[in-house]
């Protein structure tokens, strides 16, 4: 099955899979054009809906870009793959790509990050979001590239540490790269979550 196929079956079994709005996003400056990778079903853009001049949710999978629509009539939605981006360079203020590089090969996910930094401005920042090595998912299903693992599903998933996403977005330069961790109680259980996040600037 195709990703973006793997993706519209996600989504049509399982509808609006990341509800609820992003509570944390940064500030943005004021008349700012905004990208979002892999916007999902919309929960970042629902944050980001009127905080901007312009806001572009671009997403591989149709299924997404459907569940997207109550996000707002000023945000502007594509289908394409943030692999090749069908914008000029120097387009965007800012860059989302929260749990979308993750979904990729290693070859992917480098055309993102190549395609990132092309599409920002000078002083355009990207903001980073993936979930971490140590996280409770990690190491579940099969292992495909070292750290990317492929579930039942056909959905695949890169566990980041710090350091390789400082190497991926090799190209611009790092303002903050961390890690959040946080206990999850699952069936009497304590698992570990972890998301590595990190902004970059384009300079
Ligand atoms: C885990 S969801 C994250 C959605 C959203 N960014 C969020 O944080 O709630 C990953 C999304 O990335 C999309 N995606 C995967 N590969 C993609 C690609 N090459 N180009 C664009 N979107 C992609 C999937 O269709 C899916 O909607």
Not at 18 to 44: H, N, Q, R, Y
Not at 136 to 150: I, L
Not at 176 to 193: E, N, P, S
Request: net charge positive; with cysteine; hydrophobic share 40%.
């Amino acid at each position: 099955m195709s990703h973006a196929k793997a993706w519209d079956k996600d989504y049509r079994s399982r509808g609006r899979l990341w509800g609820g709005g992003v509570k944390d996003l940064p500030e943005l400056p004021a008349g700012c054009s905004v990208l979002e990778m892999g916007c999902g079903s919309g929960k970042t853009l629902a944050g980001l809906a009127g905080r901007a001049r312009r806001v572009i949710g671009l997403d591989i999978s149709v299924q997404a870009l459907r569940l997207c629509r109550p996000c707002g009539p000023k945000i502007d939605l594509i289908l394409g793959d943030a692999c090749r981006l069908p914008f000029p360079s120097e387009s965007f203020d800012a860059v989302f790509a929260f749990h979308v590089t993750g979904h990729l090969l290693l070859a992917g996910r480098h055309a993102l990050a190549r395609e990132a930094a092309r599409v920002l401005k000078l002083g355009g920042r990207l903001l980073f979001r993936e979930f971490g090595a140590e996280d409770m998912r990690a190491k579940k299903g099969q292992e495909v590239e070292r750290g990317t693992f492929r579930r039942k599903e056909g959905i695949i998933t890169h566990y980041f540490t710090e350091a390789e996403a400082m190497v991926l977005f090799g190209d611009l330069e790092p303002i903050c790269v961390c890690t959040h961790r946080w206990r999850l109680r699952v069936k009497g259980r304590d698992l570990m979550r972890s998301e590595v996040k990190a902004v970059f600037l384009k300079t």
